[in-house]
């Protein structure tokens, strides 16, 4: 038998340090070639790292959060043969497999929820059952009273006496099944004392940095304006009536990637990377938009490259693709790099107005609130039309604030009067 070292490999693009996120297996666990170790994260991306050999694992050169550099032993497998470390090589200190990222929590009090959760079966299982109101249940006068002085509708108890007949027996297990409900709900506003300590790393911590580098290096102001999408709302019901079948369906996105398009050819100077340390601007003529994803490890920016030259159903097609690869965490590096503006919506829980942090070294980024209902005046009438919000922002450094105003309202005008998307 013989020991195979794995070291964390040169990733690419300049990168000296990843961090480790994830380990998918243990010490004493047996490998296969190409099954996935590890997941390690770099400054874009999740990265897999898969297993060249069969054998068994005998050490584990990091913890989930552990910054390692390339070129650092990951992890040492014992396999049929020599190996690629020499006999008298030591293999690196064996770890305990450490708990995945998205598992890690210290749960220091945890009884207040499970005594709430015990009596619940009582309920189901008690003395209680349901007579009709004029039904008169069988118990003896002796019975009676004693309900009476307690308090209890005797057709509510199940009588577990000769053909249903209410006992002393029933009404006690009835005051109790009661003492048991009212603990249960009593329990929902029990004192608690649990606690729970999330590490911050892989995905999370990336995030955090970026949020935190965009905001104190940039010099953010938000732009909000409220934009009629009643047309464009129409249109996009009529063309998935008509070609959702044979061409997918088309959501708004689409719609608002192309008005960016459209847009930013009078507004060159927000299509553009802001390279602070260099004071260079580079703006671009290609529109990669990135599409702010939520996916289970945290927010992802996957790219929508050259959607100046995609048609809408393209640009739909495409948007679908690198959101379902975000989410499933299969989004390679590329694809998540290189945009010149963001677009980022909740959807229906996308609210009133919101602030959205900046994407550096992009200087403008575009959120898309929800689309709601409301009476409006329209030619001195007052009618209901689909209003939407998109809240903006800058970076002050760079664009203007009548340019930033002024780039809203023609993304406005293309989406209220969307046949002025598709004229040239």
Same mark, same amino acid.
């Given at each position: ?13 300049? $990168? ?32 897999? $790292?898969?297993? *060249? ?19 650092? #032993? ?14 008298? @090589?030591? *293999? ?6 450490? %708990?995945? @990222? ?8 945890? !009884? ?28 003896? /006068? ?36 009661? &003492?048991?409900? @009212? ?23 990336? #995030? ?7 905001? &104190? ?24 009536? !008509? ?36 004071? %260079? ?22 790219? %929508?490259?050259?959607?100046? @030259? ?8 495409? $948007?679908?693709? +690198? ?25 229906? +829980? ?14 403008? #980024? ?12 329209? !030619?001195?009438?007052?009618? #209901?039309? !689909? ?20 780039? $809203? &309202? ?7 009067? /969307? ?6």
């Amino acid at each position: 038998m013989g020991t195979h070292v794995i070291k964390m490999p040169d990733i690419g693009e300049g $990168i000296a340090e990843v961090e480790l996120s994830v380990w998918h297996v243990k010490v004493g666990d047996m490998v296969v070639e190409d099954q996935v170790l590890a997941d390690v994260m770099t400054d874009k991306a999740m990265v897999d $790292i898969p297993s *060249p050999v069969h054998g068994k694992v005998i050490a584990l050169g990091g913890e989930p959060g552990e910054v390692m550099a390339v070129g650092s #032993i990951l992890i040492s497998i014992e396999v049929e043969g020599a190996g690629n470390v020499k006999e008298s @090589a030591q *293999p690196a200190p064996v770890k305990e497999a450490p %708990v995945a @990222a998205s598992k890690v929590a210290a749960v220091v009090e945890s !009884k207040p929820v499970a005594a709430a959760a015990a009596p619940r079966a009582a309920v189901c299982q008690g003395p209680m059952v349901a007579r009709e109101a004029n039904e008169r249940p069988l118990a003896s /006068p002796a019975v009676r009273k004693h309900a009476l002085d307690l308090g209890i509708q005797l057709r509510l108890v199940r009588g577990s006496g000769p053909a249903g007949r209410v006992l002393h027996e029933d009404l006690d297990a009835y005051l109790a099944q009661g &003492q048991s409900i @009212a603990s249960t709900v009593s329990s929902a506003y029990a004192q608690r004392n649990d606690e729970e300590q999330i590490p911050v790393i892989g995905m999370r911590r990336k #995030i955090a940095q970026r949020m935190q580098d965009a905001t &104190q290096r940039a010099a953010h102001f938000s732009y909000v304006e409220e934009i009629d999408v009643t047309a464009v709302e129409e249109l996009r019901a009529h063309l998935n009536e !008509k070609h959702g079948a044979t061409r997918g369906k088309l959501t708004l996105l689409p719609f608002l990637v192309r008005a960016l398009v459209v847009a930013l050819r009078d507004f060159p100077q927000i299509n553009a990377r802001y390279d602070d340390e260099a004071q %260079v601007i580079t703006r671009l003529g290609a529109v990669h938009v990135g599409i702010a994803t939520q996916a289970d490890i945290g927010l992802m920016v996957p790219v %929508v490259r050259h959607a100046e @030259a995609r048609s809408l159903w393209d640009n739909a097609s495409e $948007i679908s693709r +690198l959101a379902t690869a975000a989410r499933n965490g299969k989004a390679s590096r590329d694809e998540l790099s290189g945009s010149s503006i963001t677009l980022t919506s909740l959807g229906a +829980l996308g609210g009133i107005v919101s602030t959205p942090v900046l994407n550096l070294p992009e200087v403008a #980024i575009v959120g898309v609130n929800k689309i709601v209902e409301r009476p409006m005046v329209v !030619k001195g009438q007052i009618v #209901i039309r !689909k209003m939407m919000n998109l809240s903006s922002s800058f970076d002050h450094r760079v664009v203007d604030g009548m340019d930033a105003a002024q780039f $809203i &309202q023609a993304v406005r005008g293309l989406l209220e009067q /969307p046949a002025t998307l598709f004229v040239e």
